[in-house]
T-cell receptor, first 112, second 112 residues
């Protein structure tokens, strides 16, 4: 079954404690992306990757890091989380022909 | 920068009614437009994808149209059902860049 998985699904942490949210896909898609969703602001793209070792900033990259060492994985790293990063995070993938996006189930992050 | 708007933010209709959801975008140079459905606290489910060269796509009771010149897309839902209650989101991919831009969604309630 084609799927995008994210872990963890729920995370409560404290300010400044480094964390990583993993994203993995089995669709052999080259394009992968991270979004955050906040009430009233919709989904905003944080980072995206066109291929292995190729990453670019989206609209809200501050405070986040990503890496793409393998085609199937695209982890999101928060090195020093702050309360304003409390949000619902989604990973998405797409092929580079149609660019039809497929989303993971989401990770709800709370930073206290 | 591309801006995507969805109006109204919320819509309530009686069961059986046909309805139209709107999505507008500021830059007509898009690669594609995708409609999604999101249930509360859940991920995004793709409904329809329209490439920039297409005028409409249909899937079951759903029909999406695209008018690039006016920067608009509509999602038509025929014979609405309570199970259609959800938030509907549209997203566009820019024609030149590699980012995606989302609207803030229309929350639909279908009353039995």
């Amino acid at each position: 079954e084609a799927q995008v998985t994210q872990n963890p699904r729920y995370l409560i942490t404290v300010t400044g404690k480094k964390l990583t949210v993993t994203c993995s896909q089995n669709m052999n898609h080259e394009y992968m992306s991270w979004y955050r969703q906040d009430p009233g602001l919709g989904l905003r793209q944080i980072y995206y990757s066109m291929n292995v070792e190729v990453t670019d900033k989206g609209d809200v990259p501050e405070g986040y890091k990503v890496s793409r060492k393998e085609k199937r994985n695209f982890p999101l790293i928060l090195e020093s989380p702050s309360p304003n990063q409390t949000s619902l995070y989604f990973c998405a993938t797409a092929d580079r022909v149609l660019y039809e996006q497929y989303f993971g189930p989401g990770t709800r992050l709370t930073v206290t | 920068k591309q801006e995507v708007t969805q109006i109204p933010a919320a819509l309530s209709v009686p069961e059986g009614e046909n309805l139209v959801l709107n999505c507008s975008f500021t830059d007509s140079a898009i690669y594609n437009l995708q409609w999604f459905r999101q249930d509360p606290g859940k991920g995004l489910t793709s409904l329809l994808l329209i490439q920039s060269s297409q005028r409409e796509q249909t899937s079951g009771r759903l029909n999406a149209s695209l008018d690039k010149s006016s920067g608009r897309s509509t999602l038509y839902i025929a014979a609405s059902q309570p199970g259609d209650s959800a938030t509907y989101l549209c997203a566009v991919k820019g024609g030149t860049g590699n980012q995606f831009y989302f609207g803030t969604g229309t929350s639909l309630t279908v009353i039995p």
